[in-house]
């Protein structure tokens, strides 16, 4: 009688402590071995990598559908990066934009026509609403190649407007309930969440939140982190339908006398509010709000955190995330660093392939329902 056992007929405990101890991309390949692997998939629920992982897009010229991950954060330390590639991403894929991630989630701009978010791992889509349903101050208009917005008289191309916007995506993985926060240029915000068939304005100029401009937004447990273009720090509550501007605030960042769009902001697990300058290549001082939320100090250790630039919040540092670190994208490639000895890694793949243009850090993670 024969020894020889199918891996596809395991004992169900034994596969499942097998699959939990995969890598996202691994578990995602072994969700399609057979019918009992992919069954047993099912019963793990969900699955999250504890450190970050980068996501290279494809050049916005090529025909591309495919993007690349890698968990460059742990393997670039030691060696070269492995990188994977997830295919079938839609044909119009590499034309669009990455503008925020949450887990498997990216908030794509189609430079043509409207924002919406897509699963890289199992490519659903989430359509959120056209442009033309907002209500607010926006007009759109239709190009060729390209929209145009209009604002006060005022016009900016998704084109221009994607180089000095800032975004944040949350999506319940269970749910599939969303959060939209996307900002254009310095004095334009607007969101859109689940049950909204519009995109509705945040005042920046005016009213209770007192905004005057957006540098820089994070988003964590419900409220939105505005960096005003004030040099304030102000907190907006979307635990309901409509958010709420708090009355808390901080006022007088360090770098009053930089020019926008270099200041980066995020949120601790503790709920202190960041601030760093965006330069490439380079770990400058990190400022953190004092308890009272009212002043700022030196950062010279991020006491067993590490903070995600391109998420704007700071995660545990376990597994392969180190403590005390940055992570930080710009262009093509991902970059890390040690904030107390300013010394700087970079994503090894500067000659992987001319036809991908730019990177960003996320942190993986699949739902099964």
């Given at each position: 009688m024969?020894?020889m056992?199918?891996?596809?007929?395991?004992h169900?405990?034994?596969?499942?402590?097998?699959l939990?101890?995969l890598?996202?991309?691994?578990?995602?390949?072994?969700r399609?071995?057979?019918?009992?692997?992919y069954?047993?998939?099912?019963?793990i629920?969900s699955?999250?990598?504890?450190?970050?992982?980068?996501?290279?897009?494809?050049d916005?010229?090529?025909?591309?559908?495919?993007?690349?991950?890698?968990?460059c954060?742990?393997?670039g330390?030691?060696?070269k990066?492995?990188?994977?590639?997830?295919?079938?991403?839609?044909?119009d894929?590499?034309?669009h934009r990455?503008i925020?991630?949450?887990?498997?989630?990216?908030l794509?701009l189609?430079l043509r026509?409207?924002l919406?978010?897509?699963?890289?791992?199992?490519?659903?889509?989430?359509?959120?609403?056209?442009?033309?349903?907002?209500?607010?101050r926006?007009?759109v208009?239709?190009?060729?190649?390209?929209t145009?917005?209009v604002i006060?008289?005022?016009?900016?191309?998704t084109?221009?407007?994607v180089?000095k916007?800032?975004?944040?995506l949350?999506?319940?993985?269970?749910?599939?309930?969303y959060?939209?926060?996307?900002?254009?240029?310095?004095?334009?915000?607007?969101?859109?969440?689940?049950g909204?068939?519009?995109w509705r304005?945040?005042?920046?100029?005016e009213?209770?939140?007192?905004?005057?401009?957006?540098?820089?937004?994070?988003?964590?447990?419900?409220k939105l982190?505005?960096?005003?273009?004030?040099?304030q720090?102000?907190i907006?509550?979307?635990s309901q339908?409509?958010?709420?501007?708090?009355?808390?605030?901080?006022?007088?960042?360090?770098?009053?006398?930089?020019?926008?769009?270099?200041?980066?902001?995020?949120?601790?697990?503790?709920?202190?509010?960041?601030?760093?300058k965006?330069?490439?290549?380079?770990i400058?001082?990190?400022?953190?709000?004092?308890?009272?939320?009212?002043?700022?100090?030196t950062?010279?250790?991020?006491e067993?955190e590490?903070?995600?630039m391109d998420?704007g919040v700071?995660?545990?540092a376990?597994?392969?995330?180190?403590?005390?670190?940055?992570?930080y994208s710009?262009?093509?490639y991902?970059?890390?660093?040690?904030?107390s000895?300013q010394?700087?890694g970079?994503?090894?793949?500067v000659n992987l392939?001319?036809?991908?243009?730019?990177?960003?850090?996320?942190i993986?993670?699949?739902?099964?329902?």
């Amino acid at each position: 009688m024969s020894n020889m056992v199918s891996w596809s007929k395991l004992h169900d405990d034994v596969l499942q402590l097998i699959l939990e101890g995969l890598d996202i991309i691994t578990y995602v390949r072994a969700r399609t071995v057979c019918k009992d692997w992919y069954a047993a998939c099912k019963r793990i629920t969900s699955v999250q990598e504890k450190s970050p992982w980068a996501i290279i897009f494809p050049d916005g010229r090529s025909k591309c559908g495919s993007c690349l991950v890698s968990d460059c954060c742990t393997s670039g330390l030691t060696g070269k990066c492995k990188f994977y590639r997830l295919h079938n991403l839609g044909n119009d894929f590499g034309t669009h934009r990455c503008i925020a991630t949450c887990g498997g989630w990216l908030l794509m701009l189609d430079l043509r026509s409207s924002l919406y978010v897509l699963n890289v791992f199992t490519r659903e889509r989430i359509k959120l609403p056209p442009f033309e349903s907002h209500k607010g101050r926006l007009c759109v208009e239709r190009r060729r190649r390209d929209t145009n917005f209009v604002i006060n008289k005022s016009s900016v191309t998704t084109r221009n407007a994607v180089n000095k916007t800032n975004a944040v995506l949350w999506v319940d993985e269970r749910t599939k309930r969303y959060l939209v926060v996307w900002s254009i240029g310095l004095w334009y915000m607007m969101y859109a969440r689940s049950g909204f068939d519009f995109w509705r304005e945040i005042p920046t100029r005016e009213g209770p939140e007192n905004l005057y401009g957006c540098q820089d937004i994070a988003y964590k447990d419900n409220k939105l982190y505005v960096l005003s273009r004030q040099n304030q720090i102000r907190i907006l509550d979307f635990s309901q339908e409509l958010p709420l501007a708090l009355p808390t605030n901080v006022e007088h960042q360090p770098f009053t006398n930089d020019r926008p769009w270099r200041v980066k902001i995020g949120v601790t697990v503790s709920e202190h509010v960041l601030m760093v300058k965006n330069r490439l290549n380079k770990i400058l001082k990190i400022f953190k709000s004092d308890s009272e939320g009212t002043s700022w100090d030196t950062v010279e250790s991020l006491e067993g955190e590490a903070w995600i630039m391109d998420l704007g919040v700071t995660v545990p540092a376990v597994n392969g995330t180190k403590p005390n670190y940055i992570y930080y994208s710009k262009d093509k490639y991902v970059y890390w660093g040690d904030v107390s000895t300013q010394e700087l890694g970079m994503g090894q793949y500067v000659n992987l392939n001319r036809n991908f243009s730019y990177a960003r850090w996320f942190i993986p993670s699949l739902r099964e329902l």
